[in-house]
């Protein structure tokens, strides 16, 4: 459950909800861990506040979500079924609150694979190999990754970033089959299907 935290002089620590925003003030020295073993704790009051501020069939614009470089208003409409449309909005219908952003990334997972594939499967090409096998998934730390059999994985939180730079991350990740390094040997096979690649990777957010 994601909050927002506000520390202070204050004895307690508190939830406030407010515009479906979960909001936890606590103590200068209260630890992490303590904080958030109280907001579990209280997660059923929470969801039953923020289920009092989801009114069915009124949108809901409080926030915008940042997908491949622009920010789009995210609408949260109240339905049955969860789903998640893309538009120049992102337009979700949701059951209830519980974990929503984390339903709408596992979402927009399928935004990014339509993007990723066709260029996986064009650098293959043009790097004469095999179309190599992917998975996006949450990574901490990595936009892309490449094994020594020749698997690769990509960064679910790519779906920020521009599509230049998304480009360039497949194509370092395909180069790797054919150089598992970063010598220069590796950077003058980028540069040979992307000249101006140093002027991309700025595009990182």
Known sequence: MQYKLI????????????????????????SIKTINRFVLEKSDWIEEKLDKEFVPGVDHTTRSILLFSENRPLIVNKGPLFSVKVY????VTTPNLNSLDYKIENALKEELYDVIDPMVTKYAKLLNIKKPPFIIRRYKRIYGRCNHKGELGFNLYLFHQDMRFIEYVVLH?????????????????????????????????
């Open 173 to 205: 990740e395909c180069a790797h089959i054919l150089e598992f390094n970063h010598s220069r040997k590796f950077y003058d096979l980028i540069k040979q299907f992307m000249p101006d690649y140093k002027d991309v990777m700025k595009l990182a957010k």
């Open 88 to 91: 120049d909005k992102v337009m």
């Open 7 to 30: 520390r202070s002089n204050r004895k307690t620590i508190a939830i406030i909800i407010r515009d479906k925003q979960i909001i936890v003030r606590a103590p200068q020295w209260t």
